[in-house]
């Protein structure tokens, strides 16, 4: 079973998927993809970006220096790519599970609700 993933590595890992991003690009994309609940500070972002290469999920593709300053960037590895969608087909038999749930028993609320005089 694989462990769930907090939420920095799910949205840093998230946002890597299809192409090469710079530190800034990963803090902006994941606070855009999140729906702005998941705001990466710099230094939560690059420890989280350390932890990941050194467990091979990820790797620095190249830098460039803009503006008089170094931007490095990363790109998502095949073992990210498969935690990743491990995470998400996690998360799809959660809802589904809950949302079955939730379904069963607002339903059977109304049946058993008292009626309102």
Partial sequence: MVPQMNQPTFWILTVLVGRRRHGYEIMRETMTASGDRVLLKP???YAALERLERNNLIAT????IVNGRAR??????DEGT???TAEVELLERSSKAA?????????????????VA
């Fill in 82 to 84: 498969a935690l990743l």
């Fill in 99 to 115: 949302r079955s749930r939730l379904t069963t028993v607002r339903s059977t609320s109304v049946l058993t609700r008292p009626a």
């Fill in 43 to 45: 230094t939560t972002l």
């Fill in 72 to 77: 490095r960037y990363y790109r998502i590895l």
């Fill in 61 to 64: 593709d190249g830098e460039e």
